[in-house]
């Protein structure tokens, strides 16, 4: 693989975590990372998880009560060297829950990864909030989870 190619499945492996988060596809989230993997999240939240299953039946269940979560990575900055890398992206995440609260957050991620034979894997992510406002979004929500997925 040529360095532009490792940094594109990187960056398309920070895409895939937003995506699995966005649709509750806990299997593919857990293929993102490596056995091992640690998952460090920062003020104001301030909890860790370590190994994939762990990682992802964390994050199951703190979005468990939520009607829809919306996250987006920006700005994704790759720096790879032979099997490892680093990366840093900015998130933006809308998510309302089903009791009517909801946040608003913008933090960064602080990737660091390692290149398996199965491809690239989060070795350990660390998000740093930089602004969460803790009220819920406004709006009509028209997508549920529990809605089927359209069909491929």
Same mark, same amino acid.
């Given at each position: 693989?040529?360095?532009?190619?490792?940094?594109?499945?990187?960056?398309?492996?920070?895409?895939?975590?937003?995506?699995?988060?966005?649709?509750?596809?806990?299997?593919?989230?857990?293929?993102?990372?490596?056995?091992?993997?640690?998952?460090?999240?920062?003020?104001?939240?301030?909890? =860790?998880?370590?190994?994939?299953?762990?990682?992802?039946?964390?994050?199951?269940?703190?979005?468990?009560?939520?009607?829809?979560?919306?996250?987006?990575?920006?700005?994704?900055?790759?720096?790879?060297?032979? =099997?490892?890398? =680093?990366?840093?992206?900015?998130?933006?995440?809308?998510?309302?829950?089903?009791?009517?609260?909801?946040?608003?957050? =913008?933090?960064?991620?602080?990737?660091?990864?390692?290149?398996?034979?199965?491809?690239?894997?989060?070795?350990?992510?660390?998000?740093?909030?930089?602004?969460?406002?803790?009220?819920?979004?406004?709006?009509?929500?028209?997508?549920?989870?529990?809605?089927?997925?359209?069909?491929?």
């Amino acid at each position: 693989m040529s360095d532009i190619e490792d940094r594109l499945a990187i960056r398309e492996l920070v895409e895939r975590w937003s995506d699995g988060t966005n649709n509750h596809d806990w299997t593919a989230l857990e293929e993102l990372f490596t056995e091992d993997a640690v998952w460090d999240v920062g003020a104001p939240l301030d909890f =860790t998880a370590q190994g994939g299953r762990q990682i992802v039946a964390l994050l199951r269940e703190k979005m468990r009560p939520s009607q829809y979560v919306v996250q987006t990575p920006h700005a994704i900055i790759v720096k790879v060297q032979g =099997t490892t890398a =680093t990366a840093r992206s900015t998130i933006h995440e809308v998510c309302r829950f089903a009791d009517g609260t909801g946040i608003e957050m =913008t933090g960064t991620y602080f990737d660091e990864l390692v290149k398996l034979p199965q491809g690239w894997r989060f070795k350990r992510r660390t998000y740093r909030c930089t602004y969460l406002n803790p009220q819920p979004p406004a709006g009509h929500v028209f997508r549920s989870f529990e809605d089927a997925k359209p069909s491929s």
